[in-house]
């Protein structure tokens, strides 16, 4: 979707500010010298060196890893992102994806294609064990849409004593991982790359996964280890796997990861939905909103990293 989409719905709900819609580098250039927000999908450094008095980089993507987060704040700038934006649409895709490998509904497609009428087992997601790697905005709402299913949940978070909407959570270092990996029967990433989950889904993890658990990768590409993924798969010791994301990303033609009848593939896009902008745009109202009753940049919703 056109960025003018986005200047028209931040438009609609702040028509008093002066909303600029830098469609050149030149144009950027020009604008944010005299900016105090600025809003889009990355900020580099010789825009930042431009920026005299800026206080707000709202991000419009739930990552930020992207963003030089230490020079922006050094410069007195406060960076919020976009986490939430995209619970609905990657939650459905999620559970979409659930469904089709429970109920083995890409087989039926197969045998259309043919053409081919011959009955074949299909499976319940109802009594299975859903494992959510992650508890941020997004595996919460993963969680919520799998409530009316029956399924038992495991939640794997950095701070397992948090109260969690799962039946039972976990941490990454814990000993009961590598457990309820054991017991999994869907495997879901929705957490962050970092240094702790890159690389998480290795050839260890798979081990211990059972033959037919099949894995939901909605995080970052990192967070699986390609070839430990394409060990298994060769060797039929997984039931399936649904990629949105891949590494490497985007994936080449030529990748064997392709070829696989129980690979689903789509190109990082579980996130896409048309109130994209919209929902940006309401949590853009709601944080100027708080800085015009405090007059300052403090307690916004989706900060992300603040000055010292």
Known sequence: MPMSKYAAEIRKRRPEDDVILARTRSAEHNAIGNADVVTGKSLDSELLGRAEGLDLFAGITAGYEHLPLEDITARGTVVTNASGVHIPSIAEQVLGNLLVFARRLDEGWRRQQEPHWEHYQANELKDSTVTVVGLGAIGKGIITRLEPFGVDTIG??????KDSPTDEVVGFNDPEFEAALARTDFLVLACPLTETTEGLIDDAAFTTLAPDAVLVNVARGGVVDTD????????????GAALDVTDPEPLPEDHPLWSFDNVHITPHMAGSTPKYYKRCADILKRNLETVDETGEYKNLENAVATPD
């Open 156 to 161: 794997v978070r950095y701070s397992p004593e």
């Open 228 to 239: 430990a993924l394409l060990s298994v798969l060769r060797r039929n010791k997984l039931g």
